[in-house]
Nanobody
Framework: QVQLVESGGGSVQAGGSLRLSCVAS????????MGWYRQDPGKQRELVAR???????NYVESVKDRFIISRDTAKNTVYLQMNSLKPEDTAVYYC???????????????WGQGTQVTVSS
């Protein structure tokens, strides 16, 4: 089985910073994509940022120039550095991985349990 364990959420004032971490554990052959999504109550879950095994990165427009995603492939870990936080960044943030258990196997998607980020004005 695979577990995604997130850490680093919390409460911060507008303009502050937080750093989220997510570690994937289990018998994993490779992780293609690692990313972060967020969800506010009553809203759809949205992609915040993702990074693939080749280093290509996508950000949602609203966090460009403020958030930085990175990964440590050897540690199966993805980070999200969040700077200049705004109240509208308040949400539960979920780690997401697309991975394989063997080289020619199918892709599987896993989610973390979520970590709350609250930004006050």
């Amino acid at each position: 089985q695979v577990q995604l364990v997130e850490s680093g959420g919390g409460s911060v004032q507008a303009g502050g910073s937080l750093r989220l971490s997510c570690v994937a554990s289990g018998t994993i052959f490779s992780i293609n994509i690692m990313g972060w999504y967020r969800q506010d109550p009553g809203k759809q879950r949205e992609l915040v940022a993702r990074i693939n095994s080749g280093g290509s990165i996508n950000y949602v427009e609203s966090v460009k120039d403020r958030f930085i995603i990175s990964r440590d492939t050897a540690k199966n870990t993805v980070y999200l550095q969040m700077n200049s936080l705004k109240p509208e960044d308040t949400a539960v943030y979920y780690c997401n991985c697309i991975l394989r258990f063997k080289s020619d196997g199918p892709d599987y998607q896993y989610w973390g349990q979520g970590t709350q980020v609250t930004v006050s004005s």
